[in-house]
């Protein structure tokens, strides 16, 4: 659908409230992302001995306090209630169920199970987005995630905790995705650039949340059941907003679209929109089953190669992304300051998107911010002690970090703007799917530093960012361009000639097909 007035005025304090209160929801998709770094933390420094066999081990450390750490506990397979007892004040259930040492790794995969859930839900929301709409499809997925965070409080074993963290990746990434297309769509071109780091800027803000959580909040539990209150107080806001007025048109609801443009453009202060019979909606109806409009990627040649594209990009910036959010407790000392410094960051690394895409435009920001990070993780290999509590690795990682994640910002928005509204819905969900498959092996990556040279996670890092800026130099630059509405004005903007105007409503490349 292409919208020919500009029926929306100028941005004002009730404008940026609803973006705000609309994108809300999000700061839960990072507070359950991570809410695991604090529910199930293994406090490698904090037992003391029971047995006469770790006594004697003690003793032969010369009472050292170094021996109260994870390398005499496993390589001496200490047991956990026989050899020792747990003294931390706070609770995980990785104390819980036993998990440690050679145990460790089920602690990965309670945490990557988050991202198989996340997979399942966008690759089954490819068919929800473009039929039900982007605003259902977030608040039944708000809701699918809020349910499985506030039943985690009684969770009683590590099976069950894995059926949990499916449900909630599912319905979280149904509910970030749904909701980026929502502020795309209803955002006007020459301000997307700065509402789309608005939605992960929230997202950001959802990670330095759950680190106060976690840290104000020592019962595992309890963490479950706040941070599942919070989805269902973050959704009221959607509950009341309108769908987008463009996903009305693409369905051919015209009147609609109308009623939600007059309302919107109220909120603007657009007395001129206000009486709807005086503007002419030009848009091209498009409804198609998910099967039409699997077989348009066929049909459509830069469709196919730009999604695919799309593909690779995301899978490397989401390795890159959460190997490192995952991967603070192994390079900092201290849980909740590393923590704290890098939710702060994707603040901050969200943030400067904004005026670095004003400057650079699309491609050349993302560009620029991956040629950084490749710089930045190649500084961290040499072994230097800046300070007590910060070493050359720590600080390059975390400017390492902020400009992927920067990149990762725009990665949206940038995807977003390459697909068609027809289907938008489709290729973010199938995108955010291959990043999940990402996020899973980043994770993952993070378990190198116990078996590995710490350079080479590192030079993972390295590598990984160079495939996604080989990837995104073959992509066309969105700055400042109309979104396109259907397949055939993404062949238009790419300049292929075989692609004439819309005849009749149907495009003649579809005609041909047939």
């Not at 941005?11 to 940026?16: E, G, Q, R």
């Not at 977030?138 to 506030?150: E, S």
Request: hydrophobic share 45%.
């Amino acid at each position: 659908a292409v919208v020919s007035t500009q029926s929306t005025g100028g941005v004002n304090l009730k404008l940026i409230f609803l973006f705000i209160t609309a994108t809300g929801t999000n700061t839960q998709t990072a507070a359950q992302v991570y809410m695991t770094i604090f529910t199930g933390f293994i406090p490698y420094s904090e037992w003391t001995c029971v047995s006469e066999r770790c006594f004697d081990l003690l003793a032969e450390s010369n009472y050292s306090q170094a021996f109260y750490s994870a390398r005499p506990m496993c390589m001496n397979q200490l047991v956990a209630g026989t050899d020792f007892n747990w003294t931390s004040e706070r609770t995980s259930f990785s104390m819980d169920w036993g998990i440690y040492c050679e145990s460790e790794s089920k602690l990965s995969v309670v945490s990557s199970f988050f991202f198989i859930g996340a997979f399942l839900g966008l690759v089954s929301s490819t068919a929800v987005f473009d039929r039900f709409g982007r605003r259902n499809g977030a608040i039944a997925g708000n809701i699918i995630a809020g349910i499985a965070t506030i039943l985690g409080t009684w969770v009683p074993a590590f099976e069950a905790m894995l059926a949990l963290r499916v449900l909630q990746g599912i319905g979280m990434f149904m509910n970030l995705t749904g909701i980026y297309c929502w502020v795309v769509e209803f955002s006007p071109t020459h301000l997307r650039g700065s509402l789309s780091p608005l939605i992960l800027i929230m997202w950001s803000l959802g990670f330095v949340v759950i680190v106060l959580i976690g840290y104000f909040i020592s019962i595992w539990n309890y963490i479950f059941l706040a941070t599942g209150v919070f989805n269902f107080v973050l959704i009221i806001p959607l509950l009341v907003y309108p769908i987008s007025p463009r996903f009305a048109l693409v369905r051919g609801r015209e009147e609609e679209a109308k009623r939600i443009l007059k309302s919107f453009s109220q909120m603007c202060n657009n007395e001129e929109a206000l009486d709807m019979d005086r503007v002419e909606l030009i848009y091209t109806s498009r409804v198609q089953n998910y099967v039409e409009q699997i077989r348009d990627f066929k049909t459509y040649p830069t469709l196919r190669k730009q999604t695919l594209l799309c593909f690779l990009c995301w899978f490397s910036v989401a390795f890159l992304f959460y190997g490192f959010d995952f991967g603070w407790g192994k390079i900092s000392t201290n849980l909740y300051t590393s923590y704290l410094f890098a939710a702060l960051g994707k603040v901050l690394s969200f943030a400067i998107t904004i005026p670095a895409m004003h400057c650079l435009g699309r491609k050349r920001a993302v560009q620029f911010f991956l040629v950084c990070g490749i710089l930045f993780f190649f500084l961290a290999m040499p072994d230097l002690q800046l300070t007590e509590e910060w070493s050359l690795e720590f600080a390059a990682c975390l400017v390492g970090s902020i400009v992927t994640s920067s990149a990762y910002c725009i990665n949206y928005l940038y995807t977003s703007e390459l697909a068609p509204t027809t289907h938008r819905g489709t290729v973010m969900s199938l995108s955010s799917s291959w990043a999940r498959v990402g996020s899973f092996c980043g994770i993952y990556a993070t378990l190198l530093y116990d078996i590995t040279d710490r350079r080479v996670p590192l030079a993972l890092f390295a590598g990984m960012t160079m495939a996604y800026a080989v990837a995104v130099s073959f992509l066309r630059d969105t700055t400042g361009k109309s979104i396109p509405e259907t397949p055939h004005d993404v062949e238009l903007m790419a300049g292929n000639e075989k692609y004439k105007p819309v005849t009749n409503g149907v495009d003649k490349a579809k005609l041909e097909a047939v």
